[in-house]
């Protein structure tokens, strides 16, 4: 992806920084008039993604949250939300809907709404050394596929 614009910001692990991630990207994809959808969109994503951070990556702890977007030239997004945490022993069990890794206080939904806001989500992780979210989208995909119709 060729950027045409990119930022990075690190935040504390607290929940009041879930609607500051959300109004960040926001804020920041505006500049390319995305839909009322889009934007809707990838703002639920980025909150799942780092509500994951603050919740399962730290638990009880407190550290940092990395959130760097970049903006490709042909309107790509591509959002990463990074953390320091416990990291994830077993992907492959925690994308799947219903699992929770915290004895199932919580719904187990985030990679699947990430998954069904985004075009694509990616994750690497290990034990001890944190997990990284990759998530990706286009916008104007909507105009687009309609223009064609």
Known sequence: ?????EICV??????????FARLTVAAF???????????G???TAVSEAVT?????????A?????MRARL??????????????????????ARKPFFSGDGGERAGMGFLVMESFMDSVEVES????????RMRKRLGAAQTAAARA
């Open 29 to 39: 994809l505006l500049a390319e008039d995305p839909t009322l959808e889009e934007l």
């Open 126 to 133: 290990a034990p001890g050394e944190g997990t990284m979210v």
């Open 62 to 66: 407190t550290g940092t949250v990395r």
């Open 41 to 43: 969109d990838i703002k």
């Open 10 to 19: 690190d935040f504390l692990s607290r929940m009041e920084n879930v609607a």
């Open 52 to 60: 994951n951070a603050i919740v399962h990556g730290y638990r009880a």
């Open 72 to 93: 490709g030239a042909e309107g790509d997004v591509e959002i990463e939300i990074v953390d320091n945490g416990c990291g994830i022993a077993d992907i492959a069990q």
């Open 1 to 5: 992806m060729q950027i045409k614009n």
